[in-house]
């Protein structure tokens, strides 16, 4: 005889009344996780234990973009630590009002190369879908931070013409699903658009532009896991850490689970002034990540856009850098050097002349 019903429904013990679901709720746990991101500055401070009075241009940068972090990456940060690496991505500072010359809304050109609503062709064999334009964090340095998504984004459940264009273009190998982040879209609406994408047979692999698995690791659950790393497409992983410290837990975790998967796992970073522009930080960056199955991929040159120029490291520091890595790495740990320039044929390499 089957158990009694009544053994299943019992609410388990131990379990808190904020861990529950209300009868019938299924927003997945990531969701609620991001519903409880913190999007006040002034609450961005205090859970720091930082005064906002000393915090100037807390309220002016929140004003041009809004202040997102969720609890889990909060989490990682050190209290009282105005100067904290991972809070210095995500702090707003009176900075983001200047003007500086050569810092402009859309520094990379996207908006000149739209080939059809969200669908951004500038390189060979690849193409770039704007899926959505929200993500899980707000980063100051983010070039996107001005990108007109609402005019742009191919998300308005409608794939169609991008999808018709992959068609066309047998050229195509490859798409990349950017945003804002594809992954804070629902399961149900990626799994649709990769069953769409892998119904084009010149297709070969769909990569993923995503901060999520280390920014919101909850994101990394069994719905996730029930469409990622199948299907006829290579799935490749391309995340977003700038700090060791972005690796740890409760990040960990979730990269092993994306390990088990056989998940093609690479990392971007940007490199940031005051964040991870000296010798050890980077070097314990592609530790950290190989250390989670993580190899790296790009170490880019800030794109100027306006409001970001405190960030920006000169061109001369950052190939001293790239040398340091070079000395100091295996080859196989050390990024690649790009800047994007609009106009060329893919990132353009930086070599410090080795
Ligand atoms: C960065 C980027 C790509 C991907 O370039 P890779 O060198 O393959 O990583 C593709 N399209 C656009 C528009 C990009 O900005
Ligand atoms: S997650 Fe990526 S796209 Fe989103 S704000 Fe940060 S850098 Fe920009």
Redesign the pocket.
Known sequence: MPTKPIMITRTPRGTQPSDRTHAGDTTPLWQQALARAIRDPVTLARELELDPAHLPGLHAGHTLFRVRVPRSYLARMRKADPQDPLLLQVLPQQQESEEHPGFVADPVGDHDALAAPGLVHKYHGRVLLLTTGA?????R?????EFPYAEHNASQDDWAPAIAYIHADTSIREVILS???PLSLSDRRLADLVRRLEAIPHLERLRIHT?LPV?LPERVDEQLLSWLGKGRLHHVLVL?ANHPREFADPAAPALARLQARGITLLNQA?LLAGINDDPDTLCELQEAGFRHGVLPYYLHLLDRTRGTAHFEVTEHRALELHQALHARLPGYLVPRLVREIPGEPGKTPRWAGL
């Open positions: 993500c899980a964090v707000h980063c340095y983010c070039f996107r931070r945003g804002g982040d901060r920014v977003h940007v």
